[in-house]
């Protein structure tokens, strides 16, 4: 379990750092040409990769690709949504909700054997 709640933080930690490469740009270099904003996207991004490497490698000690790829799309929907909100200033969506609840769902099912045994 310890090894899922680690992988999970540094999941979390390498996500912050690829929203901005994706989408941060969008509001702080809009003004600049596209090949700027790829580069310093690029340059976030490379700290994504560090933290989300070993991430990886560590939970797949104990975790399978389908759920490691599922743990990632559940925090990259949990660190979206504050940033869309706080940082793009952009309204709060119903479909948030509709999104949040089909990845909870992608979760029970990937790892429903780990928590029920079955």
């Known amino acids: 379990m310890r090894v899922i709640l680690t992988t999970t933080l540094l999941l ?7 929203t901005f490469a ?6 702080n270099l809009s003004h600049r040409p596209w090949i700027i904003a790829a580069l310093v996207s690029w340059g976030i ?3 994504e990769y560090m933290i989300q490497v070993p991430a990886n490698r ?3 000690c104990v975790l399978n690709v389908g759920q490691l790829k ?3 799309e559940a925090v990259t929907l949990t660190i979206f949504v504050p940033f869309s909100i706080l940082y793009m200033k952009e309204q709060i969506r119903l479909d948030y909700l509709w999104a949040g609840l089909c990845i ?3 979760v029970f ?10």
Not at 12 to 18: A, D, K, L
């Open 12 to 18: 979390c930690c390498s996500n912050i750092f690829m």
């Open 22 to 27: 994706w989408y941060g740009h969008l509001r």
């Open 45 to 47: 991004a490379f700290f």
């Open 58 to 60: 560590m939970g797949h």
């Open 70 to 72: 599922i743990l990632q």
């Open 104 to 106: 909870l769902g992608a």
């Open 109 to 118: 099912f990937v790892f429903r054997q780990r928590l029920f045994g079955q």
